[in-house]
């Protein structure tokens, strides 16, 4: 069984789409914790709503690209278009941050709210 921390992301709707997609997530992979979720403002373009941002610790018994082909369907579901602008509005952002306790996502070490949030369901994590 493979361990893997999904960070989570929204700022077009969050109040559905962050439920709407730990819903998709849970109906693949169990769910095993989530973090707290909270309001950050944008990284690289300001002029956008803030976002809700958290975590979520799940066991998948699919590997890593089969779960990150996973996530990729659950955005596009929740209407994620292809080739948004990386730090522009979205309904939801998806990324595997850790992967069987190893950093996989280096916006782990740069943005303290992800880093919070990881270290909130995983506390044992040698960053």
Do not use: C
Request: net charge negative; proline share 7%; hydrophobic share 40%.
């Amino acid at each position: 069984m493979n361990r893997a921390v999904i960070g989570v992301g929204s700022n077009i709707e969050p109040e559905r789409n962050v439920p709407e997609a730990r819903r998709h997530i849970a109906q693949r992979h169990r769910v095993v914790a989530a973090s707290p979720f909270v309001q950050t403002r944008p990284v690289g373009y300001a002029d956008q709503p803030d976002f809700t941002n958290g975590a979520l610790l799940v066991e998948t018994a699919v590997d890593r690209e089969r779960l990150r082909a996973d996530l990729k369907a659950i955005e596009t579901m929740l209407g994620r278009q292809p080739g948004e602008n990386r730090y522009g509005p979205r309904a939801i952002d998806l990324d595997i941050v850790v992967w069987n306790g190893r950093i996989v996502d280096l916006d782990f070490y740069t943005r303290e709210f992800l880093r919070e949030a990881v270290m909130a369901v995983l506390p044992d994590l040698e960053p």
